[in-house]
């Protein structure tokens, strides 16, 4: 009798010791996959908000493209080109000042593309890359607290799909502007 509960003690204490560890390594494995799906520990807060400038220039734009106005979105991108322009990378860190880079590069790259065309359908098409590559920059580093609504319509860009930013949960589909304002769906909350 005595054997078994020596036996039942060392048993339970080694299951106390795992399920600790377990815990441990759980706590541990939130906190690494949290890491990966934000950097916004790693951005300043003065970067977040310069980030947060590009996004409420990129409004106007999202408007420019409801209303379906190839001439006003050409005039409204060099109002994002300036608050891209005003972002200081210096203010990141390793990965996160790469990621940077790289988002940047495409939302410029996509910018440019706007400018160029006067075809609306062209510059839906460039608006949907810069759209993505901002988004992916907002959920990495945030922009301080703000709300932002990421949206997508999958009919558009000829049912390929697109998604864009707003401000609100009110879905205004920049890809058809009045012929189909309502079509699309709140996808995440950032």
Not at 94 to 116: F, R
Not at 135 to 141: G, L, N, P, R, V
Request: aromatic fraction near 8%.
């Amino acid at each position: 009798m005595k054997k078994q509960i020596t036996i039942l003690s060392i048993s339970l204490s080694l299951l106390a010791v795992g399920v600790n560890a377990q815990h441990h390594e759980g706590h541990k494995e939130q906190k690494m996959e949290h890491a990966k799906k934000t950097k916004t520990g790693q951005a300043d807060p003065a970067f977040q908000q310069q980030l947060e400038k590009v996004y409420q220039a990129s409004l106007d734009l999202n408007d420019a493209f409801v209303a379906s106005d190839a001439q006003k979105v050409k005039s409204t991108v060099p109002k994002v080109e300036q608050a891209v322009a005003k972002v200081d990378m210096k203010l990141l860190k390793d990965q996160a000042h790469k990621d940077w880079m790289n988002y940047s590069k495409e939302i410029n790259s996509s910018l440019a593309k706007i400018k160029k065309t006067g075809s609306i359908d062209e510059q839906r098409r460039a608006f949907s890359t810069f759209n993505y590559a901002l988004y992916k920059s907002i959920k990495d580093f945030g922009i301080g607290g703000e709300t932002v609504y990421y949206q997508h319509c999958p009919m558009a860009l000829n049912n390929t799909g697109a998604s864009w930013l707003s401000d609100s949960k009110e879905i205004r589909n920049p890809y058809f502007g009045d012929m189909m304002l309502k079509c699309g769906s709140v996808k995440e909350t950032l």
